[in-house]
């Protein structure tokens, strides 16, 4: 088992113990030199034909963060009103931005029209809404390419399951509906689902929307969405990576047939949230307590699934480092669940794994938490979110969000 940690020299110039004592614990950190290189590798991933990778915020939206994908020469994709905000915020023109809403008001689409920000329509009735505020206007709409995939069914957005997108057997009367407000639909987008390491559903996906995309005007782009995994057991398993180049290679020899075959070379686009910051990010937390409960040990932490969700919500698996006197140990290893400070039962980090032993005042560190990680983290058992570091290209600690403080948490009571 090879430390993650110490082979991509983690913590640069600080420490895990430093790191913690500074800035207090839980605590998200993440690394710039790793975050820069996996967006590199998203931003150049088609280049025989005009494209565009739009970062899908969703996964991390840390304003500091933001401006690292910008300055990486990437576009991004909102799903909500207070994502459009935060990219403005960060520097994104609005022609860098792609609104991708799934059931919303039309004060959000307005925001959107108002400042110049594309829009995409997922059902027939948002389009029909869409067109009532902004007649005559350009949009795209989100197909649904008929197949998903996805790590959990719950991140699964495209097939029969799904509340998303709009449906072959639906587009005559999308386009009539289209008509109706004499809108101009300028692109199409669908997104299958979130972490596959197998390309084949998102290569078959992209077969079928090529196919839907024959029965549209000319269009000015086409969007493919995201879902390039992440080997979560790379310590554990030694997971291999996602293969882009094979992947790659695969991708375009399928543009190169819609190309032909439709006889003009659209804008082509994906959009990936996870690959983009997850393994750049981990999760240092403190052992607070260790105990045996009818046969099974438990290593109680602060990092609650308030902090991370991701395990408790679809039993997601998390590589787990252990930090003893300032060192990542691997001795007298032992079964053990790890498990936060939240009044559930379902508050587990890392349930019955084999583990280096862990004693009272060990740091645990969660590997790939730079996705949906402080995204989905929130303010339960009236938790204050914690703060996010970030290690600079020059080895250096620098505070990219400050932990949420007591006021934060009390800000919006009118007592
Ligand atoms: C519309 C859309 N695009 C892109 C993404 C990003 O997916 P991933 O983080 O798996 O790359 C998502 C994730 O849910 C999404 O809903």
Redesign the pocket.
Known sequence: MRSYLEATDFWGSASAEALASEFGTPLYVYNERIIRSNLKRLSGLITKYPYVT?Y?I??NSNLYLLQIALEEGLSA?A?SEGEMRLLLKAGFPPEKIFF?P?NVSADEMKFAVEHNIIV?LDSIDQLDLFGTINPGGKCSV?LNPGVGA?HHEK?V?AGKNTK?AITDDQLDEMFATAAKHDLRIVGI???I????MDPEPFLKSVVNLLEMAMKFDKLDFIDF?????VPYHKVSEDEQPFDFDSFEKKFEALLDGFVEKAGYVPLFKT??????F?EGGVLLGRVHAVKTNADRKFAGTDIGMNVLARPTLYGSWHDVEIIHDNKVTTDDPEVITIVGNICESGDIIAKERLLPKITTGDLVCVLDAG??GYAMASSYNVRRRPAEVLIQLDGTPKLIRRADTWEDLFRGFEI
């Open positions: 739009n899908s969703k996964a994709d799903m991708v799934n995409s989100r996805g991140v957005t998303f987008n669908q997104h689902g979130s972490l596959f969405g995201g879902g390039y995994g959009e990936p949230g996870r690959y983009a997850c996705a949906y």
